[in-house]
């Protein structure tokens, strides 16, 4: 099951910079593990959009409160969770 996690931010940028770098630091954990395929920020600055790679419900909600965005109550999330039937070579 692959997932599309949408985060919203609750708070100015500014109050969301304060927590950026551990945020980026753990996307790039998340990526090097394999859980995150791919992650960045909305063109229009009103949050971000992370897709997981194979995992479980269980495993896409675990990645989500693990987030030190989420952690700081700065950011909600949807995910949004389809099952990848066709894929890319490789995926």
Do not use: C
């Amino acid at each position: 099951m692959f997932h599309v996690l949408t985060l919203t931010y609750q708070q100015p940028l500014d109050v969301i910079d304060k927590t950026r770098t551990a945020h980026l630091a753990w996307l790039e954990e998340e990526i090097a593990a394999g859980r995150l395929l791919l992650a960045g920020r909305q063109e229009s600055q009103a949050g971000g959009v992370l897709v997981t790679g194979d995992i479980g419900v269980e495993d896409a909600e675990a990645v989500i409160a693990a987030d030190p965005y989420q952690q700081a109550g700065v950011v909600s999330y949807t995910r949004l969770s389809f099952n990848g039937a066709f894929r890319a070579p490789g995926l």
